[in-house]
C-alpha cells in the first residue's frame, strides 16, 4: 500500500471560471460526497479537504536566525492548491482510478503524486 | 560453433526482451534486472566463444541473470529478505534446481510492454523505454535514433524508470476493463515508434524494424485482437513501399509517381492478409481501417487503377471513429479523386485548416489539375513555409517553383 496525495488546482484568482448554479454545485458536492464515501468503505480514505481562497494564506519564511511572517500565498502563480486528498492504493493505477472519478466529477485536472514512504521511527 | 560478435549481437537482442521481462517477474526491479541482463551478455561474450553457444541461450541468460541478481542482492543487506522471498517462490513453482537452462523462458513480454507503455510516462519517454527493455537496443542505439547523446538519454531512461518505481506503475497486464484503453496507448507507442523511424532513415539503428519486430511480437501476445493486427499490416503495407519512397538524390517521390514494381511484395501479401482476416472480425478500429486504405493502394498496378470509391468510403467510416484534420483531408482529398478537383477544393475549403500545411498542398494539387497555375504556385509557397525542415518541405518548395516531380 501507498499514499498518494490527490490535489485538485483551481485557476488563478481574477481567470474565475462561469459561475456555477446552484443546481450544478449540488450536483458536484454530491457526487464528491459519494465519492468520499467510497474511498472510506473501500479502506482508500486517509485524509482531505478544501483549502480557502490563496487570499486567506500566511508565509512564514527562515530569515537568519528568525522567522519572517508575511501575507500569502507562497507563490505567485496563475494556479493555486483548491483542495486535496491523501489516499491509499496498491499502485498507480489504483490512485488513478479515484482521481479519474474525483476530475469528472469536479471537471477539473487532479495532480497524482506518490507519498515518500517514511520509516517509522 | 564459433561465435563472433555479430551473431551474440543478434541473439541477445533476440532474447533481450523476454529474459528482461522474466527478470522482473522475479525480482520486481527494472534496475536490477536491466544490470542482471547486461552482465550475463558479458559473461556469454567470454564463455560462449569457448564453450560454443548454449542450446537454450534464452534459458542460459536468464539463469545466469536470475544468479547474477541474487548475488547482488546479498551484498546488499536490504535484499536479504527479497532473496528469501524468491527462493520460496522459485521452490513452490519450479521443483527444478536447473529451472531455466532446459525449460523455455516464460514469456512475460506483454507485462512489459504495458508497463512500459502506460499513460502516466509521456510518449516519448514510452518509446525510448520499449526500444531500450523490449527490443534490446542499447542506450547509445536509442540515443542515436533520437539524435541526442548516450549520457543525455542514459538520464532519461533513469527519470523514466524512478517515475515507474517511486510512483508505483504496476507491472502486471492491465485487466478487462482498462485493457481497450491500455492497448490503445500500446498501439500508439509502437505506431510512433514506425513514424520515427521513418522520419530518421539514416539512422543507424532502424527503428521501422524495431516497430515491425513489436508489431509481431504483439500479435504473437495478443493474437485475436483486431486492432493489433491492424496495425502490423498497416507498418507492413507502408514498409513496402520503404525502396520508392525517397529517390536516388534522396527526394520525396510521391505515391503517385512510385514504382510500384519495387514495392516489397512480401510485405505487402503479409499485410494484406492481415487486412482480410481483420474484415473478417467485423470489429473495426482506427489502425485497421488506415491499413484496410492502405492496402487499397497496394491493389493497384498503377496509380490511376486504384480504386478511390472504396478509399473514400474507407476515410468516412474512419472519421466516425477517428475525426481529426488529417482524416477529414485526407477523406476530401479521395473525394476529389472521385468526383473531380472542383467537388474535391469544395470539400477542402469546408475544413478551416489553415495552420496545416498538407491543407494546402492538397488545395495547390487540385488547382494544378485545374490548369489554375499560378493559384497552386501559391498554395504550394504557403504550404512548404508551414511544413517542417525535410524532404516533403523540399519537395513542396519545388513544386511552388514549378518544378517538375520525376515521373
Known sequence: MTQYMLSAHTSGAGERRPQMTEAEISEVVTAVRRIEAEMRSAGAWVFGGRLHDPSTATVVRPSGDDVLTTDGPFAETKDHLGGFYIVNADDLDGALRWASQVATAVQAAIEVRPLVDEMPA | ?407
Open chain 2, 1 to 407: 560453433m564459433t561465435l563472433d560478435a555479430g551473431a551474440a549481437g543478434r541473439i541477445f537482442r533476440e532474447e533481450s526482451g523476454r529474459v528482461v521481462a522474466a527478470l522482473i517477474s522475479m525480482f520486481g526491479d527494472i534496475d536490477l534486472a536491466e544490470d542482471a541482463v547486461q552482465e550475463a551478455f558479458a559473461i556469454a561474450l567470454q564463455k560462449w566463444p569457448v564453450t560454443g553457444v548454449p542450446p537454450n541461450p534464452g534459458g542460459w541468460i536468464t539463469a545466469t541473470a536470475r544468479n547474477g541478481a541474487i548475488d547482488r542482492l546479498r551484498r546488499d543487506a536490504r535484499g536479504a529478505e527479497l532473496v528469501r522471498e524468491v527462493a520460496a517462490q522459485a521452490n513452490s513453482a519450479r521443483p527444478s534446481s536447473e529451472p531455466f537452462e532446459k525449460e523455455p523462458v516464460p514469456d512475460d513480454r506483454l507485462r512489459l510492454i504495458f508497463t512500459c507503455c502506460h499513460p502516466a510516462l509521456a510518449a516519448r519517454a514510452q518509446v525510448e523505454l520499449t526500444l531500450r527493455l523490449v527490443c534490446g537496443l542499447s542506450t547509445a542505439e536509442v540515443a542515436q535514433a533520437f539524435l541526442t547523446s548516450e549520457p543525455t538519454m542514459a538520464k532519461r531512461l533513469v527519470r523514466t524508470k524512478h517515475k515507474i518505481k517511486t510512483a508505483k506503475i504496476p507491472y502486471r497486464v492491465p485487466e478487462e476493463s482498462e485493457l481497450p484503453d491500455r492497448l490503445r496507448t500500446v498501439l500508439t507507442t509502437i505506431y510512433l515508434t514506425y513514424t520515427t523511424g521513418q522520419a530518421k532513415p539514416d539512422a543507424e539503428a532502424d527503428l521501422c524494424a524495431e516497430a515491425i519486430w513489436l508489431g509481431r511480437t504483439l500479435r504473437l501476445l495478443m493474437p485475436d485482437d483486431a486492432e493489433v493486427a491492424g496495425l502490423l499490416a498497416l507498418m507492413l503495407l507502408t514498409e513496402s513501399r520503404r525502396p520508392t519512397r525517397t529517390d536516388a538524390q534522396g527526394e520525396l517521390v510521391l505515391l503517385r509517381h512510385q514504382d510500384r514494381e519495387r514495392w516489397d511484395r512480401s510485405l505487402v501479401d503479409e499485410g494484406q492478409a492481415l487486412v482480410r482476416w481483420c474484415l473478417r472480425r467485423s470489429q473495426p478500429g482506427t489502425y485497421q481501417l488506415q491499413a484496410a486504405i492502405a492496402a487499397v493502394h497496394a491493389d493497384a498496378e498503377t496509380f490511376q487503377d486504384t480504386d478511390w470509391k472504396q478509399i473514400f468510403a474507407l476515410y468516412d467510416q474512419l472519421m466516425v471513429v477517428a475525426p481529426t484534420p488529417v482524416v477529414a483531408l485526407n477523406r476530401a482529398v479521395a473525394l476529389g479523386e472521385v468526383h473531380g478537383a472542383e467537388a474535391g477544393l469544395r470539400e477542402i475549403d469546408m475544413l478551416a485548416l489553415s495552420d496545416y500545411y498538407p491543407f494546402h498542398a492538397a488545395k495547390a494539387e487540385f488547382l494544378q489539375r485545374q490548369g489554375r497555375t499560378e493559384e497552386a504556385a501559391r498554395a504550394f509557397m504557403v504550404a512548404s513555409s508551414l511544413a517542417p525542415n525535410g524532404p516533403e518541405k523540399l519537395f513542396l518548395q519545388q513544386r511552388a517553383e514549378g518544378r517538375q516531380v520525376s515521373p
